[in-house]
């Protein structure tokens, strides 16, 4: 009589949680991951909004999170479970290798950052050193993100900046986030200058191409 097969698995395995919009990619990952011996992906979202309350629900390790996920970023996600679950270690994999990202993932407390073309052994062994207490980050954008400097642009100049996307004008700027059309003005011309850009839809361009937005 054949004897059933033993799962490999060790008895504590990495309890990884994945946010990612793209089906197709998140469902790679999860496949991939899950084949390692040693991690189990144990939630899987396609949304920014749900992220933390599934860290409540399944108790992840590590949370694996995408930066441009629809509701709200992972960016975001990470800054809250910063503060309200510490235990979860935060890996941003991101597409986009931004050196202002990588600013803005380290000041929302991740743990590490890394981009979405490298292979699957590099990521399943981040996954292991965040939880040594390690800090991973992709060498080539830690060396653009020192050589780029640090973001110019003031929290409400990206505020404004973010509110001025798809033709919104000033009046509308102004309402939705309740300061004056004189203000918000004051604010576009900063920002255009700080980005060294010609005009608000320009600064939007290049903030965003630097991951300050």
Same mark, same amino acid.
């Given at each position: 009589?054949?004897?059933?097969?033993?799962?490999?698995?060790?008895?504590?395995?990495?309890?990884?949680?994945?946010?990612?919009?793209?089906?197709?990619?998140? $469902?790679? /990952?999860?496949?991939?991951?899950?084949? =390692? #011996?040693?991690?189990?992906?144990?939630?899987?979202?396609? *949304? &920014?909004?749900?992220?933390?309350?599934?860290?409540?629900?399944?108790?992840?390790?590590?949370?694996?999170?995408?930066?441009?996920?629809?509701?709200?970023?992972?960016?975001?996600?990470?800054?809250?479970?910063?503060?309200?679950?510490?235990?979860?270690?935060?890996?941003?994999?991101?597409?986009?290798?931004?050196?202002?990202?990588?600013?803005?993932?380290?000041?929302?407390?991740?743990? $590490?950052? /890394?981009?979405?073309?490298?292979?699957? =052994? #590099?990521?399943?062994?981040?996954?292991?050193?965040?939880? *040594? &207490?390690?800090?991973?980050?992709?060498?080539?954008?830690?060396?653009?993100?020192?050589?780029?400097?640090?973001?110019?642009?003031?929290?409400?100049?990206?505020?404004?900046?973010?509110?001025?996307?798809?033709?919104?004008?000033?009046?509308?700027?102004?309402?939705?986030?309740?300061?004056?059309?004189?203000?918000?003005?004051?604010?576009?011309?900063?920002?255009?200058?700080?980005?060294?850009?010609?005009?608000?839809?320009?600064?939007?361009? =290049?903030?965003?191409?630097?991951?300050?937005?």
């Amino acid at each position: 009589m054949n004897e059933m097969p033993r799962d490999r698995r060790p008895a504590k395995c990495i309890r990884v949680l994945l946010a990612e919009d793209q089906g197709m990619m998140r $469902g790679a /990952l999860a496949l991939l991951l899950g084949m =390692e #011996e040693d991690i189990e992906v144990v939630a899987q979202l396609a *949304t &920014g909004d749900g992220i933390v309350d599934a860290v409540f629900t399944h108790r992840p390790d590590v949370a694996l999170l995408d930066i441009e996920l629809p509701g709200r970023s992972g960016l975001d996600a990470a800054a809250e479970l910063r503060d309200q679950a510490p235990d979860c270690r935060v890996l941003i994999l991101t597409t986009f290798g931004r050196p202002g990202y990588l600013r803005r993932a380290m000041e929302a407390g991740a743990a $590490g950052f /890394l981009v979405k073309d490298g292979p699957v =052994e #590099e990521l399943a062994t981040a996954i292991r050193r965040v939880l *040594t &207490g390690e800090t991973v980050v992709d060498p080539a954008l830690a060396a653009a993100a020192l050589s780029a400097g640090p973001n110019p642009l003031t929290a409400r100049e990206c505020e404004v900046l973010q509110a001025s996307v798809d033709g919104a004008t000033v009046a509308d700027i102004a309402g939705k986030l309740h300061l004056s059309e004189s203000t918000v003005r004051n604010y576009l011309s900063s920002a255009i200058g700080k980005t060294g850009t010609r005009n608000r839809a320009e600064a939007v361009r =290049e903030a965003r191409q630097q991951g300050w937005l």
